[in-house]
């Protein structure tokens, strides 16, 4: 049995994992670097696309199963293994992810589901399951719930949280400050954009990965991105999920402001029409599908000229625009003036006006009749 670790900048003792792995059982261990795999294979084209599941939250779990799943399957071909395995629970999302995944690059693939095929009905049971074997297990009376952490975001589910009146707990909050303990000073960052992804950070250009890890650690120390959402998940059932996603809030922030500049409105008002359908596929797990692949290039190619820098103010956990910029700019201060121009003839209006009014003319005029 060869046991599989991804990182993705979750900042966990992998070689501690790696040795846990050995005694219970696995002969051999892969230890997958996919830090920038998943940054501009997979959180880029999403945050592209302002992927946003529910009105809130940014994906951060959704995304990752798919980039873990690619990498364990190039593993298993690299093995001659012709059996996968994960660990999800036979009530969520994730073992639809993975699953659609492993047979999206391999028809012919095994999965084992332990949740669903042995006798482990209940985080309780598998928790007695791990006692009964001598295996260390995260879950415990100080921490009663689930963690899931990548560098996008971390996630807290399970145990004490499925009560939705409950407020979490202030200790539970493993990146980001709290925004009532967040500086008393506010802080600027400039992120540039080009063709849709963010370059650099206050003038630094840095790789996904690095830009990501470093938007990460500037908005937790404004207490930035946190998320307490009841969602729908793919099975039928609501679930309680609580987010921090402090980087993907500041570069979602700040690709809608350079989009505000750049973008034509009839091709932004046509791609926000195709938002909740893209990021409904990434939460079901359709990343390989063909309706993404076709739905990406729709949003690429409405990412041509978001091009330019924007300027974000950090505080107490807001993230709020404070100006944009770009040599690819559609705003044009010459027609956009309230002051005399001579780009603009005002008269036009009417007869704009009288047009689009003419319809609801005609319905007043029925109205009258009836």
């Known amino acids: 049995m060869v046991a599989y670790i991804a990182d993705l900048g979750q900042d966990e003792d992998l070689a501690a994992i790696a040795t846990k792995a050995t005694e219970t059982g696995a002969s051999s261990i892969v230890v997958d670097d996919l830090r920038e795999v998943f940054a501009c294979d997979f959180v880029w084209p999403a945050l592209r696309a302002n992927a946003v599941y529910e009105g809130g939250y940014l994906l951060g779990t959704s995304i990752a ?57 209940s985080r309780e049971a598998l928790l007695a399951y791990a006692e009964e074997r001598g295996i260390s297990v995260p879950v415990s009376a100080e921490q009663p719930y689930s963690v899931d952490r990548n560098m996008l975001h971390t996630s807290y589910e399970g145990g004490i949280l499925e009560d939705p009146w409950r407020e979490p707990d202030e200790a539970m909050y493993l990146v980001t400050t709290a925004p009532e303990k967040a500086p008393d000073e506010s802080q600027y960052v400039e992120v540039d954009y080009r063709g849709g992804d963010p370059v650099a950070l206050d003038g630094e250009a840095l790789s996904p990965a690095a830009l990501l890890e470093r938007a990460n650690t500037l908005a ?7 998320l307490d959402l009841v969602e729908n998940r793919y099975v039928g059932i609501k679930s309680r999920g609580v987010y921090e996603t402090p980087g993907g809030t500041l570069l979602h922030a700040a690709h809608k402001a350079v989009e505000s500049i750049t973008m034509d409105r009839e091709v932004m008002h046509l791609r926000d029409s195709l938002i909740p359908r893209y990021s409904e596929l990434i939460y079901y797990g359709y990343w390989f599908s063909p309706e993404m692949r076709l739905l990406q290039v729709t949003m690429d190619e409405a990412q041509r000229g978001v091009t330019g820098t924007a300027r974000l ?58």
Not at 67 to 83: L, V, Y
Not at 220 to 226: C, E, N, T
Not at 340 to 367: H, K, P, S
Request: proline share 4%.
């Open 65 to 121: 199963r798919p980039c873990i799943a690619q990498g364990q399957m190039a593993a298993a071909a690299r093995e001659g293994a012709d059996t996968v395995s994960h660990g999800a629970t036979g009530k969520g999302n994730d073992q639809v992810r993975f699953e659609l995944t492993y047979y999206a690059l391999d028809p012919d693939i095994t999965v084992i589901a332990p949740w669903r095929e042995w006798d482990l009905n």
């Open 313 to 370: 103010k950090l505080y107490k956990g807001s993230c709020t625009v404070a100006g944009r910029s770009s040599p690819e700019g559609l705003y044009r201060p010459d027609f956009a003036t309230f002051e005399a121009d001579e780009v603009y003839d005002q008269a036009d209006a009417t007869g704009f006006i009288r047009l689009n009014a003419l319809r609801l003319r005609i319905q007043a005029l029925q109205g009258r009749k009836r």
């Open 220 to 226: 937790a120390r404004h207490g930035i991105g946190r």
